[in-house]
C-alpha cells in the first residue's frame, strides 16, 4: 500500500465526495461500483495508518521494557523485604501493606496491623540501607514509568497524541534515559504545583508513591 502525504489526507473527504457524485450520475456496472467502494477503503485505511503514524511517532523508540528491567530489581528486593517482615513478626503473609513517606521523609507502613507491630516495622525498614535505597529509586522513578507506559499503550492501540508527553521526550535518545524523564516530568510537576492549579491527576509525586504488597 503506497504511502499518502498529510495534504492528500486532508483531501479524502473532498476525493470521496466528489467520487459518490460520479457514482450516483449515469449508468454504472456493478464491476465499477465495486472497484469505486474498494479505492475509498484503501484511501480510508492509507488515513487511518498515517495518522496514526504521525500521534504515535514520538513514542514508538522508548524502551518501556528496559525502564521496567531497569527498576525490576529495586521493586524484588523491596516485595521481598516486606514478606521477610511479615513472616519474622509472625503475620498473615497475605496482609496487604501499603508502604510511603512521611512528612518528614521517612518511610512509614500502613495495613491492618497492631500499631506496636506498624511501628517496629516502619523502623525496622528506616534502618535498612538496602531497603530505603531500593524504595527512593522506585518512590523517584515508578510514577514517571507508569506514566510513560500508561501513554505507550493508548498511543499503540489508539494513535492517541498527547502533548504533555511529548513535551518530556527529548528528540536525542541519549536524553531519553528513565532518570532524564523522570526529571523532566517532576518539574513539570514542581511548575503545575507552583502556579497553583491544584492537583494535577496526571503526576504523582515522590511524596505520594505508595508501594502496594498483597494489593
Known amino acids: 500500500m503506497s504511502h499518502i502525504t498529510t495534504e492528500q ?28 467502494k ?52 509472625k503475620l498473615n503473609p497475605n496482609t496487604r501493606l501499603s508502604v510511603g513517606k512521611d512528612a518528614f521523609g521517612n518511610i512509614e507502613i500502613k495495613g491492618a496491623l497492631l500499631q506496636s507491630d506498624i511501628e517496629q516495622i516502619s ?28 501513554v505507550v499503550k493508548l498511543s499503540g492501540a489508539y494513535g492517541v497524541s498527547n502533548n504533555l508527553f511529548n513535551s518530556l521526550i527529548s528528540d536525542d535518545n541519549e536524553f531519553n534515559k528513565l532518570n532524564d524523564i523522570s526529571h523532566r516530568y517532576q518539574t513539570l510537576k514542581a511548575n503545575v504545583d507552583q502556579n497553583g492549579t491544584g492537583d494535577d491527576p496526571r503526576f504523582v509525586s515522590e511524596r505520594d508513591f505508595q508501594f502496594v504488597l498483597n494489593g
Open 123 to 150: 523502623e525496622d525498614l528506616n534502618n535498612s540501607a538496602p531497603f530505603k535505597a531500593a524504595f527512593n529509586q522506585l518512590s523517584q522513578h515508578q510514577p514517571t514509568l507508569n506514566y510513560v507506559d500508561n
Open 38 to 89: 474498494q479505492e475509498a477503503k484503501y484511501l480510508s485505511d492509507d488515513a487511518v495508518t498515517l495518522l496514526r503514524r504521525q500521534s504515535a511517532q514520538t513514542v514508538k523508540n522508548l524502551k518501556v521494557e528496559s525502564y521496567k528491567n531497569e527498576l525490576g530489581q529495586d521493586n524484588a528486593l523491596v516485595r521481598e523485604t516486606l514478606r521477610t517482615k511479615l513472616a519474622e513478626y
Open 9 to 36: 489526507a486532508l483531501q479524502i473527504p473532498q476525493q470521496l465526495k466528489r467520487q459518490g457524485s460520479q457514482t450516483g450520475s449515469g449508468p454504472t456496472s456493478h464491476s465499477d461500483r465495486s472497484e469505486g
